[in-house]
């Protein structure tokens, strides 16, 4: 169907103030912060979406995906638009972006069950604020949390700050609703527990809009113990001697709510007031305050236990000081994005990987080890380092960062510094049998190996794509791979 006729078609369904063409907004939704610098310096290689779609109810979504399922129009849910891996960018000459804004209502707060339900676009710190008036808390906390929306948080199974305590956000869903490409609309209840089959809140949480367009969501509910939290920090040896106090510290059964390890280089940019050149181990603890005195006193104990690999104790009022000021707002990232247009430089690229206690240290040398021998642009590299950031009783993650001058067009920044970097550090990950992805999504980007990444289960991603959306208009290109794309990794 040409655009123009998709457009004519699609004010049957919707009202006109629903339908968005204006050319900077379609600009802004043809890609997301992974081709930010390229986007910022107007040089995108991905084609405009027709449109931009906010409908107002879950079946106005229906309406909407039954549309493009029987012309065949690709279509990209959209919520707070902090994506990191190019699920909002666009790879179709047809495409309508189902955005969330208008499903921006916090439906119901029962502080009684300890959940609440809201739709799809509500911003993650709206719920907070509100929650907290109540003494209660959600418990997520990613970076993104002053921007970012329950649809894409679910989506792309994201992860907070305070995972160690409070998990992930597949241990937060309890129910949610969700519209597939037929017009179908499943809701799933929540409940405290079941065993009616197999858990089907996990075909929809991470499904960065490829099954389905998730139009509400009901998560748990925390008491807030502000009054109780504490802080510990210690510049230690390296980041081997930090994994092995995290592991035993998880292991010990202490759940921290912040447990994290710095290398030297990212703990430098960082931490700059204190870092002294040194790698870094943090903790927070949160809770009723026994269950605070204990897990300091559990921690503490480790500590002692571990002398060799600490070099000196931080103040925990400096820790305290970092936490406050680690989340961006709007304004920050709009800042950000605006002083690119300016400069020839990309800081702060991050891939997150995941391993057993055993391999992470393995794979944190082996990325250094190929990076520093093998990256033909190695000069241009300002920064290269990583931390450990959400720790599990059975391994922990390892966020890299780096930064580096460009000294190329803005359209071949990717093919000539990320892409290599990110390969190294994907091709490290799975030889250890660890996952490429801990918790920005697979998005467009790291599709090439999401067949190596579940190995003989691509099986059950495969059926799951199959059966749900089997004409494929769902975020064409985003964890699937698809013939005939080799360019828009050019
Ligand atoms: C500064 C910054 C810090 C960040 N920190 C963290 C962090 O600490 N932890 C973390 O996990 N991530 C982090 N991220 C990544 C990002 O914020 C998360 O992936 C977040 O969950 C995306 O939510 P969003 O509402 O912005 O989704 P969007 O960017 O709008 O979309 C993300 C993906 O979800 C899909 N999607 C969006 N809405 C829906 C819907 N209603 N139905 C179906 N699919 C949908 C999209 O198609 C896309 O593939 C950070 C990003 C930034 C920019």
Redesign the pocket.
């Known amino acids: 169907m040409k655009k123009c006729e998709t457009l004519d078609q699609l004010r049957n369904i919707l009202k006109a103030d629903q339908i968005i063409t204006e050319h900077d907004k379609l600009y802004d939704a043809a890609a997301?912060?992974y081709k930010k610098y390229a986007k910022a310096k107007e040089q995108l290689n991905s084609p405009l979406p027709t449109a931009i779609v906010q409908p107002a109810n879950a079946s106005e979504v229906a309406e909407v995906l039954k549309f493009c399922n029987a012309n065949d129009i690709n279509v990209?849910?959209?919520?707070?638009?902090?994506?990191?891996?190019g699920?909002?960018e666009n790879w179709k000459e047809n495409t309508l972006v189902?955005d969330?804004a208008r499903?921006n209502r916090i439906v119901k707060i029962d502080s009684y069950n300890m959940e609440a339900t809201v739709q799809?676009?509500v911003?993650l710190q709206t719920l907070e604020d509100e929650v907290r008036k109540l003494g209660l808390t959600t418990g997520h906390?990613?970076?993104?949390?002053p921007?970012?929306?329950?649809?894409?948080?679910?989506?792309?199974?994201?992860?907070?700050?305070f995972s160690t305590l409070y998990g992930?956000?597949e241990d937060m869903v309890l129910g949610l609703e969700?519209v597939f490409p037929n017009g179908h609309i499943s809701k799933i209840k929540s409940v405290a527990r079941r065993a009616g089959g197999p858990d089907i809140r996990h075909v929809?949480i991470g499904?960065?809009?490829?099954l389905?367009?998730?139009?509400e969501v009901t998560i748990k509910l925390f008491k807030f113990y502000p009054e109780n939290n504490r802080f510990i920090g210690h510049l230690i040896k390296d980041v081997t001697s930090g994994i092995k106090i995290l592991r035993e510290v998880m292991v010990a059964g202490y759940r921290p709510s912040v447990a994290r390890v710095y290398s030297e280089e990212d703990a430098a940019q960082h931490f700059s007031a204190f870092h002294e050149g040194k790698c870094i181990l943090i903790f927070m603890l949160e809770g009723p305050q026994g269950i605070v005195n204990a897990t300091v006193e559990g921690i503490n104990q480790i500590i002692r236990d571990n002398q060799s690999g600490i070099l000196k104790p931080v103040e925990s009022s400096l820790i305290e000081n970092w936490f406050n000021h680690l989340?961006?707002s709007q304004e920050?990232?709009e800042q950000e994005v605006g002083e690119m247009v300016n400069h020839s430089r990309h800081d702060g690229f991050t891939t997150e990987i995941s391993g057993n206690w055993e391999v992470i240290p393995q794979i944190y040398d082996n990325v250094m080890n190929r990076i520093r021998t093998e990256f033909e642009r190695f000069s241009d590299i300002t920064m290269l380092g990583g931390h450990s950031s959400h720790s599990y009783i059975n391994g922990t993650n390892m966020y890299f960062v780096y930064n580096y001058n460009i000294h190329c067009e803005p359209k071949d920044e990717m093919r000539i510094y990320h892409h290599p970097l990110q390969k190294i550090i994907v091709e490290e990950t799975l030889k250890l049998g660890g996952s490429m992805c801990h918790?920005?999504?697979i998005?467009k980007y790291r599709n090439q190996w999401t067949k190596e990444e579940h190995g003989s289960a691509y099986y059950i991603l495969e059926g799951l794509k199959e059966t749900f959306d089997p004409k494929g208009i769902m975020?064409f290109g985003?964890i699937y791979p698809q013939p005939n794309t080799e360019h828009f990794f050019e």
């Open positions: 997301d912060r990209i849910p959209r919520s707070g638009k902090t994506a990191t891996e699920g909002l189902i969330s499903l799809a676009g911003c906390s990613p970076q993104s949390k921007v970012a929306q329950y649809g894409g948080l679910v989506a792309t199974r994201s992860i907070g700050q992930g956000i969700c929809v499904n960065e809009g490829t389905c367009f998730i139009t989340n961006w920050r990232i918790h920005h999504g998005g975020n985003c």
